[in-house]
């Protein structure tokens, strides 16, 4: 009896280190790269709603067509997709605070 008692004992201490070994070498790295990817995307998501960068890049396109560097037209079509941009980036920042702002408690007393 005591034999098979350590035998399982053996068994379990095995599969843990098998475990353990698995999640060394499968788990965190995964876990490592789904991380990275995930602070990539945040990056990304903060740099393309960026107000601020959008109203540069609109100054910076006026200046540029008001010094003959662009025509017109190519004038338009960039103010045209900076202006969405923008557009959009204020509607996911709109969203964002929707999002994190507390549900509206409900009294007991004027709910009825």
Same mark, same amino acid.
């Given at each position: 009896? !005591? @034999?098979? &008692?350590?035998?399982?004992?053996? $068994?379990?201490e095995?599969? *843990? /280190?098998? *475990? !353990?070994?698995?999640?060394l070498? =499968? ?7 789904v @991380?990275?990817?995930?602070? &990539?995307?945040?990056?990304? +998501?903060? #740099? *393309?709603?960026?107000?601020?960068? &959008? ?6 396109? +006026? /200046?540029?067509?008001e010094?003959? +560097? &662009?025509s017109? %037209?190519?004038?338009e ?7 969405? %941009?923008l557009?959009? /980036? %204020?509607e996911?920042?709109?969203?964002d +605070? $929707? @999002?994190? #702002?507390? /549900?509206? =408690? ?7």
């Amino acid at each position: 009896m !005591l @034999s098979h &008692i350590c035998m399982l004992k053996e $068994r379990e201490e095995g599969n *843990f /280190a098998m *475990f !353990l070994l698995d999640d060394l070498l =499968i788990g965190l790295p995964a876990k490592g790269l789904v @991380s990275l990817f995930e602070k &990539i995307y945040e990056m990304a +998501q903060d #740099e *393309f709603t960026d107000e601020t960068k &959008i109203k540069e890049d609109l100054l910076l396109l +006026q /200046a540029q067509f008001e010094m003959e +560097q &662009i025509s017109e %037209r190519e004038y338009e079509l960039k103010e045209e997709a900076l202006l969405e %941009r923008l557009m959009l /980036a %204020r509607e996911a920042k709109a969203l964002d +605070q $929707r @999002s994190y #702002e507390p /549900a509206p =408690i409900l009294q007991e007393a004027g709910a009825k």
